[in-house]
């Protein structure tokens, strides 16, 4: 069965930071592309990130460029998002998925 769990949200002011992480099991972790959406009050699933199976090749959406990095580590089974410069529109549940599984997600909250 595949699980994905989601953790490190929480509440952050203006400007700070956040590092999310997301336990991988029931699968070849290695093997597959994997993303982070979100999903923000009110609104739908908006894409955030992708990175391929060996962690060379990365994207995001334009509204979080150059402040989030998604990386992975294949040994840990783990994928991670590290969120800089946060702004209030960043507010979401954040989920990471594999295909169309995701997690439970994990909240981050961005307020002064």
């Known amino acids: 069965e595949v699980q994905l769990v989601e953790s490190g949200g929480g509440l952050v002011q203006p400007g700070g930071s956040l590092r999310l992480s997301c336990a991988a099991s029931?699968?070849?972790?290695?093997?597959?592309?994997m993303r982070w959406v979100r999903q923000a009050p009110g609104k739908g699933l908006e894409w955030v990130s992708s990175i391929d199976s060996g962690g060379g090749w990365t994207t995001y959406t334009d509204s979080v460029k150059g402040r989030f990095t998604i990386s992975r580590d294949n040994a840990k089974d783990t994928l991670f998002l590290q969120m800089n410069s946060l702004k209030p529109e960043d507010t979401a549940v954040y989920y990471c998925?594999?295909?169309?599984?995701r997690g439970q997600g994990t909240q981050v909250t961005v307020s002064s």
């Open positions: 029931g699968f070849i972790f290695s093997s597959y592309d």
């Open positions: 998925t594999k295909g169309v599984i």
